[in-house]
C-alpha cells in the first residue's frame, strides 16, 4: 500500500486480500478433500477384493493353499490397517477447512459488497480486523494440506472452474 491509499482503499485492499485467499485456500481444501476420501476408499477397497479373491481361491482349492492363506491375511491387514487409520477422517478434516474459509469468503463477499466511499470508516476497520483475526484462528487449526493441491485450486481458479 502506498501512503497516498486512503483509509477506504485500504480497507477495501485488506477485505479483497482476505477474500482471494480463502477463495485459493477453500479450494485447495476442496481438492485435498477428494483426494483423501478417494484414496482411503481405495486402500480399504482393493486389499478388501483382494482378500476376498484370495479366500475363494483357498475355498475352491485353486493353487498352493498356504500361499493364498497368506496373500488374504497380508491384504486383510492393509485393510484393516487403512480403515483404522482413518483417511476418511481427513478428508472429514479437509473438507471441514475448505467450508470455514468458503464461509469466511462469503462474509468477506459481503463486506465488499455493502461498503461505500461513505461508510462509516471506523465500522469498516473493526469488522474488516475480525474478519482477518477469524481468518488466522481458522488457519492455526487447519490440518495442513500438501502443495499440490494448491496447485490444482490455482489451476481450477484460472480456468473459471472454481469461484
Given at each position: 500500500?502506498?501512503?497516498?491509499?486512503?483509509?477506504?482503499?485500504?480497507?477495501?485492499?485488506?477485505?479483497?486480500?482476505?477474500?482471494?485467499?480463502?477463495?485459493?485456500?477453500?479450494?485447495?481444501?476442496?481438492?485435498?478433500?477428494?483426494?483423501?476420501?478417494?484414496?482411503?476408499?481405495?486402500?480399504?477397497?482393493?486389499?478388501?477384493?483382494?482378500?476376498?479373491?484370495?479366500?475363494?481361491?483357498?475355498a475352491i482349492?485353486?493353487?498352493?493353499?498356504?500361499?493364498?492363506?497368506?496373500?488374504?491375511?497380508?491384504?486383510?491387514?492393509?485393510?484393516?490397517?487403512?480403515?483404522?487409520l482413518g483417511?476418511?477422517?481427513?478428508?472429514?478434516?479437509?473438507?471441514?477447512?475448505?467450508?470455514?474459509?468458503?464461509?469466511?469468503?462469503?462474509?468477506?463477499?459481503?463486506?465488499?459488497?455493502?461498503?461505500?466511499?461513505?461508510?462509516?470508516?471506523?465500522?469498516?476497520?473493526?469488522?474488516?480486523?475480525?474478519?482477518?483475526?477469524?481468518?488466522?484462528?481458522?488457519?492455526?487449526?487447519?490440518?495442513?494440506?500438501?502443495?499440490?493441491?494448491?496447485?490444482?485450486?490455482?489451476?481450477?481458479?484460472?480456468?473459471?472452474?472454481?469461484?
Amino acid at each position: 500500500m502506498s501512503t497516498s491509499d486512503t483509509p477506504f482503499e485500504n480497507i477495501t485492499t485488506e477485505l479483497t486480500r482476505i477474500r482471494r485467499n480463502c477463495l485459493y485456500t477453500a479450494q485447495g481444501y476442496f481438492e485435498a478433500a477428494k483426494s483423501a476420501e478417494r484414496w482411503g476408499r481405495l486402500m480399504v477397497f482393493i486389499p478388501a477384493c483382494m482378500t476376498a479373491a484370495c479366500s475363494l481361491l483357498v475355498a475352491i482349492k485353486v493353487g498352493p493353499e498356504v500361499f493364498f492363506s497368506g496373500l488374504g491375511a497380508v491384504f486383510g491387514a492393509i485393510a484393516a490397517t487403512a480403515a483404522f487409520l482413518g483417511s476418511p477422517k481427513t478428508a472429514a478434516d479437509h473438507l471441514a477447512s475448505a467450508r470455514a474459509y468458503t464461509a469466511l469468503k462469503h462474509r468477506a463477499d459481503t463486506e465488499i459488497s455493502l461498503m461505500t466511499e461513505t461508510s462509516d470508516l471506523a465500522v469498516l476497520e473493526t469488522r474488516t480486523r475480525e474478519l482477518s483475526a477469524d481468518y488466522v484462528r481458522i488457519t492455526s487449526t487447519d490440518t495442513p494440506m500438501a502443495n499440490k493441491f494448491y496447485e490444482r485450486a490455482q489451476q481450477r481458479i484460472q480456468q473459471g472452474a472454481a469461484e
